[in-house]
């Protein structure tokens, strides 16, 4: 790929990688700090969940920002709001303003997401998008990964990591607002999701989805308050969830390959059933290990539960036509918003009830489920496997960065999966 549009992309891609480590420092900061709260487990569940309330409404109705502002204004306006939010929740401790400030960082993160994933689509050719794509990946998981370590530069009780955090949003700006690069075009209009189609198309994708929603959603919001239950220190807490989200982009590759070679049934029954034996090990394992093999058990956790989406938007669109693609793909992301919005709040309320190994009970009922789902499901005959692709939660958009919607209908070979698989 030549180097002049590497170039180009530079100053977009360390905007968003400076972003992403405001969010990772930011996703455990609000979890460590509730702990500290005097609030109900299901009113935390709640201010846990509002991010994710937020990015599935930003998902939806962002693209209306930047129509009326363009996307570099957008981007300012965007990450304006985030920093203003972020340093109110340092001021105001209270159930009530950090559920709505929450909504707000979580519209706001999947309007910046559009931003960058248009900005992306606009300047990638379809023979590059593969890589674009993966690049775009592995800088999001990493920013989120090594904001887990920002943790040690504060007290959580305090100001400091809010302000931090912050300043973050705020920086993320600046190469942005640097960059020469033109404005891309207008977000195309949003396909309609295809909620109905894919439940019928593949019942098994559609309860995938929402499970790995289910699950990622009580991984990153409840595993740190899961953990000082476990008696580990709030420095420990940094590189459990760094391990949870490195863990996630390790076997993303691996997991994928198989999928491509032996089918998505087959590997969703082995991540889910693994993602079961793992929480059991995780139960058991509650105040009884030191720090390092809880960080290995975790990035295994996060190993498996990461990949279930991506492989259930493979699985879901494997059997549909060229043109549903993006509708599919924005119900899947509904979905597994849906799923993440909802899990802190069942999860938050079970972990208030139960011992700390309580939170990985749910998460191995949900993985059990997904796994049982997977067993007894026979999916139909496919027109085409299509390539796995590394794929995160964040706008629609993302869907245009993937080379498959871009391919001819003409060079699309069917193939049959074997007898074993169907």
């Known amino acids: 790929m030549e180097r002049q549009f590497w170039v180009s992309i530079t100053a977009l891609m360390f905007s968003i990688g400076v972003l992403l480590l405001g969010v990772g420092l930011m996703g455990t900061l609000l979890s460590v700090r509730l702990s500290f709260e005097d609030m109900s487990g299901q009113a935390k569940g709640l201010v846990l ?33 985030s920093t203003v939010a972020i340093l109110l929740q340092g001021l105001y401790v209270t159930g009530v303003s950090w559920f709505l400030l929450r909504i707000l960082i979580g519209f706001s993160t999947s309007g910046i997401y559009m931003v960058v994933e248009s900005w992306l689509n606009e300047r990638a050719e379809p023979s590059n998008r593969g890589t674009v794509f993966s690049a775009y990946q592995i800088i999001t998981y990493g920013g989120i990964g090594m904001g887990q370590f920002l943790m040690h530069l504060g007290d959580p009780q305090g100001a400091e990591l809010f302000m931090i955090v912050g300043v973050l949003f705020a920086l993320c700006l600046v190469p ?12 195309l209009e949003q396909a309609r999701m295809a909620l109905g189609q894919t439940w019928r198309d593949s019942h098994l994708a559609v309860i995938t989805c929402l499970g790995a929603g289910l699950l990622s959603g009580a991984a990153y919001t409840l595993i740190p308050l899961a953990a000082l239950r476990m008696n580990l220190a709030v420095s420990d807490v940094a590189p459990l969830m760094a391990g949870l989200v490195l ?19 087959p590997l969703i029954l082995l991540v889910a059933a693994a993602t079961t034996l793992i929480t059991v090990a995780m139960v058991a394992a509650a ?21 279930l989406y991506p492989l259930s938007v493979a699985l879901a669109n494997d059997s549909q036509d ?49 796994a049982i789902a997977a067993l007894v499901q026979r999916h139909h005959l496919e027109r085409i496997r299509s390539p796995f692709r590394m794929m995160m939660r964040s706008a629609p958009t993302l869907v245009d960065l993937d080379p498959r919607a871009y ?16």
Do not use: C
């Open 49 to 81: 969940s509002a991010y994710y309330i937020g990015l599935v409404i930003g998902s939806q109705k962002g693209g209306w920002v930047i129509r009326q502002a363009g996307h570099i204004r957008a981007f300012a306006i965007l990450a304006a709001l």
């Open 176 to 187: 942005v607002a640097l960059s020469r690069a033109s404005n891309p075009p207008e977000p």
């Open 247 to 265: 863990g996630g982009v390790a076997l993303q590759w691996p997991i994928g390959h198989f999928s491509d070679r032996f089918g998505r049934r």
């Open 287 to 307: 105040g009884r290990v030191p720090l390092w093999p809880l960080v290995g058990l975790s990035a295994l956790l996060g190993g498996f539960v990461f990949t």
């Open 322 to 370: 060229e043109g549903n693609f993006v509708g599919v793909s924005a119900a899947l992301i509904f979905l597994w918003g849906i799923g993440a919005a909802i899990s802190p709040i069942l999860g938050g309320s079970i972990l208030a009830r139960t011992p700390p190994g309580g939170l990985f009970i749910y998460m191995g009922v949900i993985s059990a489920l997904v």
């Open 407 to 422: 391919e001819e209908e003409d060079s699309a070979q069917e193939t049959e999966p074997p007898e074993w698989y169907r």
